[in-house]
Nanobody, 120 residues
Framework: QVQLVESGGGLVQPGGSLRLSCAAS????????MGWYRQAPGKQRELVAT???????KYADSVKGRMTITRNNAENTVDLQMNSLKPENTAIYYC??????????????WGQGTQVTVSS
């Protein structure tokens, strides 16, 4: 069994900051790519940022320069530092990871999501 658990969402004013965290746990052999996605009301889920095991990052154009993704390979965690937040960043943010289980298959896993609301 493998699970991803997010934390750190909440309500923040425009221009403010939040830090999201995600921890992978369970019977894990290896964690490869990790990332954050988001889904706003009435919209499709979209990529926010991804990071490879060696630290190569990729960002959506809309968040470049405002959000930073980092990971801790020893602890199987991935964080998303979000600065200069805008109302349009309001969404449910989901953690995603490519995980191979001990004596088991490789698969992509999703967290349960954490709500981020940017409003005055």
């Amino acid at each position: 069994q493998v699970q991803l658990v997010e934390s750190g969402g909440g309500l923040v004013q425009p221009g403010g900051s939040l830090r999201l965290s995600c921890a992978a746990s369970g019977s894990i052999f290896r964690v490869d790519d990790m990332g954050w996605y988001r889904q706003a009301p009435g919209k499709q889920r979209e990529l926010v940022a991804t990071i490879t095991k060696d630290g190569t990052t990729k960002y959506a154009d809309s968040v470049k320069g405002r959000m930073t993704i980092t990971r801790n390979n020893a602890e199987n965690t991935v964080d998303l530092q979000m600065n200069s937040l805008k109302p349009e960043n309001t969404a449910i943010y989901y953690c995603n990871a490519d995980i191979t289980q001990n004596y088991g298959p490789q698969d992509w896993y999703w967290g349960q999501g954490t709500q981020v609301t940017v409003s005055s």
